[in-house]
């Protein structure tokens, strides 16, 4: 069964920086898109960032030039490294993996 567990989320202060993680399990991820997406209330799900198997990667536009996503497919990780936060980055940040899968959510708030 595939399981996504996220983990490093918290409360930090504008400028700031947090490293999400993702352990995925259950199955051998090397050959599927990795995905961090967040939701903030009222707000809908968005795209943070994507990563595939040969390491290309995208941004959504609000994190381009501060955050950095990454994976390590020989322990079926996805990380995503925050700088320079701002109070919008405030969300729920989910791991997702092409097929269908998220992780259960980790709470990111920026705030002074």
């Known amino acids: 069964q595939v399981h996504l567990a996220e983990s490093g989320g918290g409360l930090v202060q504008p400028g700031e920086s947090l490293r999400l993680s993702c352990t995925a399990s259950g199955r051998n991820f090397i050959i599927y898109n990795m995905s961090w997406y967040r939701q903030a209330p009222g707000k809908q799900r968005e795209l943070v960032a994507i990563i595939t198997p040969t390491d290309i990667v995208d941004y959504g536009d609000s994190v381009k030039g501060r955050f950095t996503i990454s994976r390590d497919n020989a322990k079926n990780m996805v990380y995503l490294q925050m700088n320079n936060l701002k109070p919008d980055d405030t969300a729920t940040y989910f791991c997702?993996?092409?097929?269908?899968?998220w992780g259960q959510g980790i709470q990111v708030t920026v705030s002074s």
């Open positions: 997702y993996v092409m097929g269908g899968y």
